[in-house]
């Protein structure tokens, strides 16, 4: 890769996973997006030109197509598994899928403003590929529970679809095989738990995150349950 590491890092979810850790059923994938990006359909999942990597020159050349197929081969493997994964629980009834992932709001520099804050909320949720009528009844209720949660004595700002909307290959997958079954939610979240230009992760924050999504899970649950 001509990607530098540093640069690399930025543009992945590093300390992100800690967050999901507590939920008893959880998937954190190894591999570098510029591998193979899994929120990506397969035509898209690898980044060949820097048009499709927000503008970064990723390759030394262009990759070989044996070592593009084995990525893809990868792809395939993951939805082949989250399918098998999610029969098991779509067979038990209705369920909620976390897709949780984090951004930059510093792009510009270490030195330079940050993202004004009406354009990067602390947790961006993304519903477009979501039949929005058919779960108001469990996002509105959750994204509340999100707002009121006490993140080391303050409340976040959660907001819908403001700096993300959701368009990952993932939740597209659940809404498309478990229609009426399976609620897949987009959980961005901007990256207040670390210096993204340094990498270095502010581990209170990341405990907080971890209690977060405890709660966010435990909370679907019970809207789940109270639903029938």
């Given amino acids: 890769m001509a990607l530098p590491e540093g640069a690399r890092l930025r543009e992945e979810d590093p300390f992100t996973g800690q967050a999901i850790l507590d939920i008893p059923t959880h998937v954190i994938p190894v591999p570098s997006r510029f591998e193979c ?6 035509a898209d999942a690898i980044y060949a030109t820097p048009e499709q990597a927000w503008g970064l020159d990723v390759w030394r050349a262009p990759p070989h ?10 792809h395939r493997a993951f939805y082949t598994m989250m399918r098998h994964l999610l029969d098991d629980v779509a067979a038990q009834g209705p369920f909620v899928l976390l897709d949780v992932h984090s951004y930059n709001h510093r ?5 330079v403003d940050a993202t004004p804050s009406a354009d ?6 993304g519903t477009f590929s979501m039949p929005r009528e058919g779960w108001g009844w469990l996002l509105d209720p959750l994204i509340d529970a999100m707002c009121e949660f006490d993140f080391l004595g303050r409340r976040l700002d959660v907001r819908e679809n403001v700096a993300f909307q959701g368009k990952g ?4 997958f ?6 009426e079954m399976g609620c897949a939610i987009a959980i961005e979240f901007k990256k207040f738990f670390m210096d993204e230009w340094t990498g270095e992760p502010d581990s209170a924050e ?11 899970a435990d909370t679907s649950r019970k809207l789940l349950q109270a639903h029938g």
Avoid: C, F, K, W
């Fill in 37 to 42: 990006d899994l929120n990506r359909g397969e």
């Fill in 206 to 216: 990341l405990q907080a995150m971890r209690g977060l999504m405890t709660h966010v």
């Fill in 174 to 179: 659940v809404h498309q095989n478990y229609p």
């Fill in 65 to 74: 197509p044996d070592l593009m197929e084995r990525s893809l081969r990868y």
């Fill in 169 to 172: 290959q993932l939740t597209r």
């Fill in 120 to 125: 990067a909320p602390d947790i961006n949720i």
């Fill in 107 to 111: 792009r510009a520099g270490p030195s």
